[in-house]
C-alpha cells in the first residue's frame, strides 16, 4: 500500500519545540518533491514548507521563516519538519504530500498532488 505517515505532533508550550516526520511506505521518496501543509480549524489549508526531490530548492511560508526548516534523508525514505519557538497561532493539523513535480506542491494544488499523508496535530498551548 502507498502511504505518507506523518508522527511527531503534540502539545507544547509556546516557545517550545517538535520535530515531525513523514514516512512513506510503498513507494521511495527519491523521485518526490514534497511539502507539508496545515490546516487550523475553520481555517483553510496552507503551505508551510516545500523541498524538491533533490533538496536543492527549498521555500517557506513567511509566517514559519527562521522558525521551521525542512530536511529530507532519502535512505531513511523520510522528510522532517523541524519546528522551533512555536506559537499559539501554529497550532492546526499538519500534512505532508508528495509530488514529482514541485510546482504542484508550491501552487498547493490539493487535486493534483499525488499522496497526502492523514495529518498529526500539534497543539501549542500554555
Known amino acids: 500500500q502507498l502511504q505518507l505517515v506523518e508522527s511527531g505532533g503534540g502539545l507544547v508550550q509556546p516557545g517550545g519545540s517538535l520535530r515531525l516526520s513523514c514516512a512513506a511506505s510503498g513507494f521511495t521518496l527519491d523521485y518526490y518533491a514534497i511539502g507539508w501543509f496545515r490546516q487550523a480549524p475553520g481555517k483553510e489549508r496552507e503551505g508551510v514548507s516545500y523541498?524538491?526531490?533533490?533538496?536543492?530548492?527549498?521555500n517557506y511560508a513567511d509566517s514559519v521563516k527562521g522558525r521551521f526548516t525542512i530536511s529530507r534523508d532519502n535512505a531513511k525514505n523520510t522528510v522532517y519538519l523541524q519546528m522551533n519557538s512555536l506559537k499559539p497561532e501554529d497550532t492546526a493539523v499538519y500534512y505532508c504530500?508528495?509530488?514529482?513535480?514541485?510546482?504542484?506542491?508550491?501552487?498547493?494544488?490539493?487535486?493534483?498532488?499525488?499522496?497526502w499523508g492523514k495529518g498529526t496535530l500539534v497543539t501549542v498551548s500554555s
Open positions: 504530500a508528495a509530488d514529482p513535480y514541485y510546482s504542484d506542491l508550491t501552487r498547493g494544488d490539493v487535486n493534483v498532488i499525488d499522496y
Open positions: 523541498i524538491s526531490s533533490s533538496g536543492g530548492s527549498i
